[in-house]
């Protein structure tokens, strides 16, 4: 029997705050036999509920005397109370304000666990890049107050997360995914510090998800040498069917995939189509060319094989282009356009009057 009692003793005092508790509740067990015993019948403090009151105002030395017991059996009772609040009651919130400072230090270390759901993980951390793509988030009010939660790698976050007001992190181990809920977010971005790392890291992201029977997590890939896209695009479909891989130069255009879930393959076929067959042409209007609604424009640049993406305010190298048309927009000599076709198109300004009217 005595082993036993003390390996009961040894297992409660592996957790610090388990023996102060098992004190408080033992001495309020304890003033209550006391009270119930020796206060006369009918005295307030014998009611349960007046005398959990007054054991939590004496036992937190608060002593309003509202209640007090008046035999000295009683007053052993409170005395005990009174002790115990003194001693184990201070211990267990000593204990408390260290569990809760432990807390927020693994939070902001990235060892806690998460509890999110519906957020966004990035896996890869680059600080002002992600600073840049949650800027642009926030402007959508569906996002606003979307939770981020970035995985990094051990060297890149030295000590703890510089912006916890904007997103949490999660260090990457063998328990980091988990802890990140992978498997409970909307989207998953992996930005790896090159595309093989990309690659590799959403092979593992992928088979997580599969594991956790994760379906329909939106994943991108973020991709950094636009010359292996085919490549890339590629291997990620070995992977699995809906991955899409999302240029990681702009910010913009991160936040746009992450927002619309397809927009980022659309960027990437365009660019990848782009770089292999050189179909996108920027095609100067004359100045004495005339002008002509956007619409009908492209209707004409249609019968005649080729698409108006953009229309560019001037002839400069450096022209603003605009994609989406604005209402009624007229498009004049002096104006660049943005055209694909499959070669370059040879356009007979001179028809454009009859053909649009």
Known sequence: MPFVFMRVVHRIAERAWRGPALVLLAAAVLGWLLVAVFEKPGAEIRDPLHYLWYFFVSGTTTGYGDL???????????????????????????????????????????????HHRRHIVVIGYERDGLRAVIGQLRA???????????????????????????????????????????????????????DDETVRVM????????????????LLAGVHDGGRRAEITEA?????????????????????????????SIYHNLASTLDS????????????????????????????GSTLLAVGESHRPNARFRLAAAPGEIVRGGQSLAVVAPERPKIAWHELPAAVG
């Not at 890149?156 to 498997?183: C, I, K, S």
């Not at 070995?238 to 995939?257: C, F, R, S």
């Not at 996108?280 to 619409?295: I, K, Q, S, Y």
């Open 68 to 114: 007090y017991p008046e035999t000295t059996g009683g007053r052993i009772g409170g005395a005990i109370v009174i002790v115990a609040g003194l001693t184990a009651g201070l211990m267990l919130f000593a204990e408390l304000t260290l569990w809760m400072a432990k807390g927020r230090t693994m939070k902001a270390n990235g060892q806690a666990r998460l």
């Open 140 to 194: 959508d009010p569906e996002f606003a107050k979307t939770p981020v939660v970035t995985v990094f790698w051990p060297d890149q976050l030295p000590g703890e997360n510089p912006d916890p007001d904007l997103y949490d992190v999660v260090l990457f181990d063998d328990t980091g995914y988990e802890r990140a809920g992978v498997q409970d977010a909307r989207t998953v971005l992996v930005a790896g510090r090159n």
């Open 203 to 218: 092979l593992g992201v992928h088979a997580y998800l599969r594991r956790h029977a994760a379906a329909g997590t939106h």
């Open 236 to 264: 990620l479909e070995l992977i699995g069917g809906g991955i899409e891989p999302v240029d990681l130069d702009d910010p913009a255009v991160v936040a746009v995939a992450i927002r619309n879930p397809g927009i980022a």
């Open 277 to 304: 067959d050189s179909t996108l042409f920027r095609v100067d209007v004359p100045e004495d060319a005339g002008e002509w609604p956007r619409l009908e424009l492209a209707i004409f640049l249609l019968r005649h």
